[in-house]
């Protein structure tokens, strides 16, 4: 991993403590469980068995568990899942038809365990079939006072981005390009805390990836800051071509039977190589302002 810099209101943010290493956000939807039955059997797995020994404490919106080492985070957490849940319910115009269940790991080790992970990896937050894992707000921080962690964590920690991934997850019932519920996640946490994540390996590129490259493997591309980079931009984009409501559009019309090429056409009548085209365009002009050198 890179190291990542933090952007604020076109202000570096340089935290004072060594998270700055790792303040992007790994979310790896690990498996797309397009199958609704599937998903609700894992949904219900992680809620009823994976966790049932953990502490529980539920909000209007979503559930949380969690160790007792993090007893005095847990309503924070809750009352901040609720208040984002809120906030993409009148986003997206929509409901989900589970409440999301949120972990919160004590340590980096643990959650790397419980995904399988080598230790030389790192997440902060993994969403994946209603089930959101999130780092410890204490992991976030280098400091004892609560109201500091939970003020830190509220404008930098990770959750709007992962209950972005829930809400695409169930309004396409699982069918959406990975690229795309990634580029909405980031997008969110730009518009309501001005948070952009930039990295050595996604400034000044020489090219960017083909629209086919981040539809194949998305996770599996090398430079994944840039892929999640680009990413981002080309949401922006298209709400520059298309209307500010275009997203939102998009995902009501996907569904199980709906791709994301097909809800294009219908709404746009643009195909895959007609948006292809147009983005090459529009990023001619605009390269600089979001490629440009950190």
């Not at 946490?189 to 001005?194: F, I, P, V, W």
């Not at 746009?268 to 605009?286: A, C, V």
């Amino acid at each position: 991993m890179g190291f990542f810099l933090k952007i604020k209101n076109n202000k570096i943010l340089l935290p004072t403590i060594m998270l700055t290493l790792f303040l992007v956000i790994v979310s790896i939807n690990s498996v797309n469980f397009s199958n609704k039955h599937v998903k609700n059997a894992t949904a219900v797995y992680h809620r009823n068995v994976a966790y049932r020994n953990w502490v529980s404490v539920n909000g209007k919106h979503v559930d949380v568990r969690y160790k007792k080492a993090d007893q005095k985070h847990a309503e924070f957490i809750k009352k901040l899942g609720d208040d984002l849940y809120l906030h993409l319910k009148e986003r997206y115009s929509y409901t989900p038809t589970i409440n999301p269940l949120i972990v919160i790991y004590p340590s980096q080790q643990e959650m790397l365990q419980n995904l399988g992970w080598e230790n030389d990896k790192y997440a902060s937050g993994v969403y994946q079939s209603g089930t959101i894992r999130l780092l410890s707000p204490t992991q976030w921080y280098n400091g004892d006072n609560s109201d500091d962690i939970h003020l830190f964590y509220k404008e930098n920690g990770p959750l709007l981005h992962e209950l972005t991934h829930h809400f695409v997850d169930e309004m396409t019932g699982g069918n959406y390009p990975t690229w795309y519920t990634e580029a909405l996640a980031q997008l969110e946490e730009y518009k309501k805390y001005q948070i952009q994540w930039i990295d050595e390996d996604n400034s000044n590129p020489n090219e960017l990836f083909a629209f086919k490259r981040l539809n194949n493997n998305f996770y599996g591309i090398e430079n994944q800051a840039l892929a999640y980079r680009q990413s981002l931009i080309i949401a922006i984009f298209m709400e520059e071509k298309f209307g500010h409501n275009i997203h939102k559009q998009l995902l009501m019309e996907m569904d199980v039977n709906t791709s994301f090429e097909q809800a294009m056409k219908k709404l746009t009548g643009t195909d895959k190589k007609q948006l292809e085209k147009h983005w090459e365009t529009w990023i001619k002009n605009n390269k600089s302002k979001y490629f440009g050198k950190i």
